[in-house]
């Protein structure tokens, strides 16, 4: 199973949102995610968004027609909510995904990092030894769109 944070959107328009970095992807490159053999694909976090919700709309409709499985967003806040749950194996594996978060656990510095090698595979490093945890939240906040979402944590 291999899950990745998607930190942008995959769409052709060209609508930004107002932000000092706006991200997105060319459609061409979902090819390279499912060589990748990519499962699912975590979009709870702050670039998702930033093509607006025609990026959004664009994104679930690629990840739809690839057959490759998203959480953290989707076409309501509902959707955007809502667990996935993949049988493998006889197993079922459930994953949740929202943005915004009181605590951060790792880091994520907008910046390039090195990779260290352990135990015969590689992860990203800031060079740091003690700081070997990713971020296992989406950051930033979101705003939820009545027609587009991203997960934000329910209210308490």
Sequence with gaps: MFIVNLENPIT???QA???EFAFRMHPRYVRTLETGRINVVDLAN???GDLGAQGL???VRY??????HYVGAGRNLKQAREPLVIEKNRERIGFLAYAGADLVVGHHPHTLQGI???KGGEHLSDGDPESRAAEPFGHGRARADPGNALA???PQ
């Design 12 to 14: 052709l328009s060209d």
């Design 17 to 19: 949102e107002e932000k």
């Design 46 to 48: 702050n670039h998702t």
């Design 57 to 59: 709309d664009d994104t």
């Design 63 to 68: 990840f739809d027609s690839a057959g490759i």
């Design 116 to 118: 260290e090698r352990y």
């Design 152 to 154: 934000t944590p329910p």
